[in-house]
């Protein structure tokens, strides 16, 4: 069973810090295309950020370069968005993607609050 579990949502104030992590597992991690998107209430979800299958290449929407980080864990099926100086219009929900055509996964979403 293909699972994709995000954590690490949670209120912070403006400029703060958050990492999302997702925790795959029922699909060979290593095989997938990774990528964080987001969901904004009344908004369309939105592509953040992508990594490759290695890691080598990563990929970032332009409101999120030089704040947020995607890294992978291919020994422990995890996938991780590091997010800094985090502003009022990063307050979303970011979902967690696998994609390995024709296949593509998504987790439940976790909700990020940047309020002060």
């Known amino acids: 069973q293909v699972q994709l579990v995000e954590s690490g949502g949670g209120l912070v104030q403006p400029g703060g810090s958050l990492r999302l992590s997702c925790a795959a597992s029922g699909f060979t991690f290593s095989s997938y295309t990774m990528s964080w998107y987001r969901q904004a209430p009344g908004k369309e979800r939105e592509l953040v950020a992508s990594?490759?299958?290695?890691?080598?290449?990563?990929n970032y929407a332009e409101f999120v370069k030089g704040r947020f980080t995607i890294s992978r864990d291919n020994g422990k099926n995890t996938v991780h968005l590091q997010m800094s100086s985090l502003k009022p219009e990063d307050t979303a929900v970011f979902y967690c993607?696998?994609?390995?055509?024709?296949?593509?996964?998504w987790g439940q979403g976790t909700q990020v609050t940047v309020s002060s």
């Open positions: 993607n696998a994609n390995g055509s024709p296949f593509d996964y």
């Open positions: 990594i490759s299958r290695t890691g080598r290449s990563t």
